[in-house]
């Protein structure tokens, strides 16, 4: 099936610091979506994205639809500890619904105070 | 409001020993999901179903089996267990069929022995 790449696998950072993360695929999506999972619970879906292009805030997050369709970005500004946890994204291709996701394999963020 | 709720939260099984995992929700969605995580990995889509009676397959159904008898309740049972199903299972539900807008549970820990 598809396969979705997400970069960086994991990242060690300072409180305060900015974090860029972005998942790349081998064929284009309909939808990208970026979920954020902390330690012993289900994932929380934290910003949706439809259309090529566009640009999402969600308080300190910001996530992006690559123009190509094939990529999208998360951006965390001045990180806190509460950030910690494995964000992962997802994408729906044409053709698919019913919450058919294809999921990255997540990236591991460790925020020191 | 409990969303969705998952039971047991921990099991260990034996090889070929067989469970339902239980998942109910109170949210009245027509939409519900199993997914299952495997360290490093994305979550993958075992089964779906779109209402009471209808259930599909999504990316990995082999091994496991669901029902849909009613809104609230969408059970996935494993028949012979495997020590490939060892995994975090998630129940996750969605009100829009195309959105990937998923509510997910806190998720079911399997470990096959």
């Known amino acids: 099936g598809q396969q979705l790449n997400q970069s960086p696998q994991s990242m060690f950072i300072q409180e305060g610091e900015d974090v860029s993360m972005n998942c790349t695929s081998s064929s284009i999506f309909n939808t990208w979506l970026w979920y954020k999972q902390d330690p012993g619970e289900g994932p929380v879906l934290l910003i949706a994205?439809?259309?090529?292009?566009e640009l999402t805030s969600n308080g300190r997050l910001t996530a992006q639809f690559g123009i190509t369709r094939k990529d999208s970005f998360l951006n965390i500004s001045a990180s806190i500890p509460s950030d910690v946890g494995i964000y992962f994204c997802?994408?729906?291709?044409?053709?698919?619904?019913?919450?058919?996701?294809?999921f990255g394999q997540g990236t591991i963020l460790t925020v020191h105070p | 409001n409990a969303g969705v709720t998952q039971t047991p939260k921990f099991r260990i099984l034996k090889i070929g020993q067989s469970m339902t995992l239980q998942c109910t929700q109170d949210?009245?969605?027509?939409?519900m999901y199993w997914y299952r995580q495997d360290p490093g990995m994305g979550l993958k889509l075992i089964y779906y179903?779109?209402?009471?009676?209808?259930?599909d397959k999504g990316e990995v159904p082999n091994g496991y089996n669901v029902s849909r008898s009613t809104t609230e309740d969408f059970p996935l049972r494993l028949e012979l267990a495997a020590p490939s199903q060892t995994s975090v299972y998630f129940c996750a539900i969605s009100e829009e069929m195309n959105t990937g807008e998923l509510f997910f549970g806190e998720g079911s820990r399997l470990t096959v022995l």
């Open positions: 997802a994408g729906r291709e044409p053709g698919t619904s019913y919450g058919k996701l294809t």
């Open positions: 179903s779109v209402g009471a009676g209808i259930t």
């Open positions: 949210m009245n969605h027509n939409y």
């Open positions: 994205l439809y259309k090529a292009g």
